[in-house]
């Protein structure tokens, strides 16, 4: 598959389908062969349903033959192949989890997510690499290869949404889901060169639900446009998600200048120096007539409160039985878990509380928060944090990325956009956030910055051999 063809959006792959210039079954038939190519390099994908996707492609083709244009009525994404993460639910296709537990475990429903995807007319290629539950921002788990980053194979693609990230960024489906309970949708994002969406907590329905309420699902993809689509398509409540059954409330994204937050002092052990490619992003949106100021960090260090929220659920949800077969790095927070208290955990919560509240008084005063998403590069493809003794700790394992979880504990909406190459010559990101259900707003101003930074024409096959 050419790069003009491997690297298109659903616009593109559209007109195309229309045109009968290329058709539902042979798009996905080329897809899967890059896949059979290139992916024991990448490990992307620890489950490949090939068999399906072709018969989901050739029941979309059909569609076309049939009713031509009419065929994307109420189908938005007619024979558009993509990925789903190995935590979320694929019914006939197996979800492990990353874990060797459920190494052969296959639902017999979708989650809510993927069953609007497939009736929107999405084509499931297969389920990509998580770590073990999705525990920790690097993708390595005992079941197979870790995800390697497209730009460096012997770097990470981040986590826990590894795996989607490097199959988006490498052209092996035109987006992916992904979850996000401290930054896995937009630290793999940043560190392959695509978009993350992070939506409003509860926008997109989680099931099973997630108990220490710190979990999103949202879209990887190439392209702002693609991430809105699919968060069009999951978004809406469901009954077995409690925290989605809130009335829908979306404040107009406006066309006027908004007043935007620059915040660069988030830092973390093994940072690479000042965050230029990101303020040069925030810089053009000054240009274009935003109001851009400088401010500290608005919230202190909210990250112990963080670890005893993930580590109590990760304990809840562990069986001793299942200790033989658990990742070691995450048995360790499964044990410290086991000892937190009830008095621990409330404290914890009262510390969301406070962050949230500190959030919501500055976003009072400026309309979008801009940062850089992690500010360390991507680290060896096999490990799970940076080379650096602070992380000896096995408790300190997500503190490398101080502007992530913060928007989780909130539940704010947030994206990683790329901003460009970083000094070692791999992707950076540019997080913007905003208020609770200003989802619109944070994807108006990702467009700017995409439509201001030259990078969508920047892909591994064209500036990186993957092989």
Same mark, same amino acid.
């Given at each position: 598959?050419d790069?003009?063809l491997?690297?298109?959006d659903t616009?593109?792959?559209?007109?195309?389908?229309?045109a009968?210039?290329?058709?539902?079954?042979e798009?996905?038939?080329?897809?899967?062969?890059l896949?059979a190519?290139?992916?024991?390099?990448?490990?992307?994908?620890?489950?490949?349903?090939?068999?399906r996707?072709?018969?989901?492609?050739?029941?979309?083709?059909?569609r076309v033959l049939?009713l031509g244009?009419?065929?994307?009525?109420?189908?938005p994404?007619l024979?558009?192949?993509?990925?789903? !993460?190995?935590?979320?639910?694929?019914?006939?296709?197996?979800?492990?989890?990353?874990?060797l537990?459920?190494?052969d475990?296959?639902?017999?429903?979708?989650?809510?997510a993927?069953?609007r995807?497939?009736?929107?007319?999405?084509?499931v290629?297969g389920?990509?690499?998580?770590s073990e539950?999705g525990?920790?921002?690097?993708?390595?788990?005992r079941?197979?290869?870790?995800?390697?980053?497209p730009?460096?194979?012997?770097?990470s693609a981040?986590?826990?949404?590894?795996?989607?990230g490097?199959a988006?960024?490498a052209?092996l489906?035109?987006?992916?889901?992904?979850?996000?309970g401290a930054?896995?949708?937009?630290i793999?994002?940043?560190?392959?060169?695509?978009?993350g969406?992070?939506?409003?907590?509860g926008?997109?329905?989680?099931v099973p639900?997630?108990?220490?309420?710190?979990a999103h699902l949202?879209?990887?993809?190439?392209?702002?446009?693609?991430a809105e689509?699919?968060l069009r398509?999951?978004?809406g409540?469901d009954?077995?998600?409690p925290?989605?059954?809130?009335?829908?409330h979306d404040?107009p994204?406006?066309?006027?200048p908004l007043?935007?937050a620059?915040?660069?002092g988030?830092?973390?052990?093994?940072s690479?120096g000042?965050a230029?490619?990101?303020?040069?992003?925030?810089?053009?949106?000054a240009?274009?007539?935003?109001?851009?100021?400088?401010?500290?960090?608005?919230?202190?260090d909210?990250y112990?409160?963080?670890?005893?929220?993930?580590?109590?659920?990760?304990?809840?949800a562990?069986?001793a039985?299942?200790?033989a077969?658990a990742d070691?790095?995450?048995?360790?927070?499964?044990?410290?878990?086991?000892?937190?208290?009830?008095?621990?955990l409330?404290?914890?919560?009262a510390?969301?509380?406070?962050?949230?509240g500190?959030?919501?008084?500055?976003?009072?005063?400026?309309?979008?928060?801009?940062?850089?998403?992690v500010?360390?590069?991507?680290?060896?493809?096999?490990?799970? %944090?940076?080379?650096?003794?602070?992380y000896?700790?096995?408790?300190?394992w997500l503190?490398?990325?101080?502007?992530?979880?913060?928007?989780?504990?909130?539940?704010?909406?947030a994206?990683?956009v790329?901003?460009?190459?970083?000094?070692?010559?791999?992707p950076?990101?540019l997080?913007?956030?905003?208020?609770?259900h200003?989802?619109?707003?944070?994807?108006r101003?990702?467009?700017?910055v995409?439509?201001?930074?030259?990078?969508r024409d920047? %892909?591994p096959g !064209?500036?990186?051999?993957?092989?």
């Open positions: 598959m790069d003009a491997r690297y298109l616009a593109g792959l559209r007109r195309l389908y229309a009968r210039q290329l058709s539902p079954v798009f996905t038939e080329d897809t899967l062969a896949i190519d290139l992916d024991p390099a990448l490990g992307a994908f620890v489950t490949v349903a090939a068999d996707a072709l018969a989901e492609a050739a029941r979309a083709e059909e049939r244009e009419a065929a994307w009525e109420g189908r994404l024979g558009v192949p993509l990925s789903v !993460k190995d935590l979320t639910a694929t019914e006939g296709i197996r979800t492990t989890r990353g874990s537990a459920l190494r475990a296959v639902p017999g429903q979708d989650a809510p993927v069953a995807l497939r009736r929107a007319g999405a084509v290629l389920k990509t690499t998580t539950g525990w920790s921002a690097g993708t390595v788990n079941l197979g290869p870790a995800a390697a980053n730009w460096d194979l012997s770097r981040g986590g826990s949404s590894g795996g989607a490097a988006v960024a052209g489906g035109i987006a992916g889901t992904g979850t996000d930054g896995s949708i937009r793999p994002a940043a560190f392959c060169g695509v978009v969406f992070k939506p409003t907590h926008r997109v329905p989680y639900h997630c108990p220490d309420r710190l949202g879209p990887l993809a190439r392209t702002v446009d693609d689509l699919l398509v999951m978004a409540p009954a077995r998600d925290d989605s059954l809130l009335p829908p404040p994204a406006g066309d006027g007043r935007i620059w915040i660069e988030l830092t973390a052990p093994g690479t000042p230029d490619r990101q303020r040069a992003a925030v810089e053009r949106l240009a274009a007539g935003h109001h851009v100021e400088e401010i500290p960090p608005p919230f202190g909210a112990p409160a963080l670890v005893t929220l993930l580590a109590a659920a990760e304990a809840a562990s069986p039985a299942d200790e077969l070691p790095a995450r048995l360790a927070v499964v044990r410290h878990g086991r000892t937190l208290s009830a008095v621990q409330v404290r914890a919560e510390e969301r509380a406070e962050l949230t500190k959030l919501a008084s500055c976003l009072e005063r400026f309309d979008v928060l801009a940062m850089p998403t500010p360390v590069p991507p680290f060896a493809v096999d490990a799970w %944090h940076p080379d650096a003794p602070a000896d700790d096995p408790l300190a503190s490398w990325a101080p502007a992530a979880f913060p928007f989780n504990m909130a539940g704010l909406p994206v990683s790329p901003a460009g190459f970083g000094p070692e010559g791999l950076v990101g997080q913007l956030a905003a208020a609770r200003h989802d619109a707003l944070v994807l101003v990702a467009k700017e995409e439509r201001a930074n030259p990078w920047a %892909h !064209k500036d990186r051999d993957l092989t």
